[in-house]
T-cell receptor, first 115, second 109 residues
Framework: EPEVTQTPSHQVTQMGQEVILRCVPI?????FYWYRQILGQKVEFLVS????????KSEIFDDQFSVERPDGSNFTLKIRSTKLEDSAMYFC?????????????FGPGTRLTVL | RKEVEQDPGPFNVPEGATVAFNCTYS??????FFWYRQDCRKEPKLLMS???SGNEDGRFTAQLNRASQYISLLIRDSKLSDSATYLC??????????FGKGTTLSVSS
């Protein structure tokens, strides 16, 4: 069964450093997403991406964040200068269609720890 | 006002029990509705989409009441493996999924 994969599974970084989280969406999917989940809290939407551009973003997704699809398979989230409050689980998701019932499938996540 | 609200639980039930979870959402323009399941420190996994007419998948039944902005999930004949957090999720006009905080279920033998 096709699945979303993410690397690394755990990233530890110092405050102020840049991190890049990587995702390989399901191969025939066209829509890609990043979510985060701070420990003990709900899953929160960050950004969606389609046709090589951002289609929607939340207020969390400020100038410190950027996304890219550098090739035909990878989808990345970059955090330019990490803060302590960026520590969270970051989930990548993908879906094949947009609109109603765009069932999104999640990767296993990258646990980011900012020290 | 929270966008998606769920009773956090925990719900502690014996194997074989029937358990129901409820969820309310605040945005009447919400277009699609889902239940996801999340095991501890794992990713959310789609359990089922929720359709206006209600739908069933084996032991799981989901209902939607658009007038009351209310979604439910019924689990019959609970198994130990059903122990998890159940996330109520809505999609509004765009691409973002809006998650509730989840309801924790613990099934014991």
């Amino acid at each position: 069964e096709p699945e979303v994969t993410q690397t690394p599974s755990h990233q530890v970084t110092q405050m102020g450093q840049e991190v890049i989280l990587r995702c390989v969406p399901i191969s025939n999917h066209l829509y890609f997403y990043w979510y985060r989940q701070i420990l003990g809290q709900k899953v929160e939407f960050l950004v969606s991406f389609y046709n090589n551009e951002i289609s929607e973003k939340s207020e969390i997704f400020d100038d410190q964040f950027s996304v890219e699809r550098p090739d035909g398979s990878n989808f990345t989230l970059k955090i330019r200068s990490t803060k302590l409050e960026d520590s969270a689980m970051y989930f990548c998701a993908s879906s094949g269609v947009r609109g109603a019932y765009n069932e999104q499938f999640f990767g296993p996540g990258t646990r980011l720890t900012v020290l | 006002r929270k966008e998606v609200e769920q009773d956090p639980g925990p719900f502690n039930v014996p194997e074989g029990a029937t358990v129901a979870f409820n969820c309310t959402y605040s945005n009447s323009a919400s277009q699609s509705f889902f239940w996801y399941r999340q095991d501890c420190r794992k990713e959310p996994k789609l359990l089922m989409s929720v359709y206006s007419s209600g739908n069933e998948d084996g032991r799981f039944t989901a209902q939607l009441n658009r007038a009351s902005q209310y979604i439910s999930l019924l689990i019959r004949d609970s198994k130990l493996s059903d122990s998890a957090t159940y996330l109520c999720v809505v999609n509004q006009a765009g691409t973002a999924l809006i998650f509730g905080k989840g309801t924790t279920l613990s099934v014991s033998s």
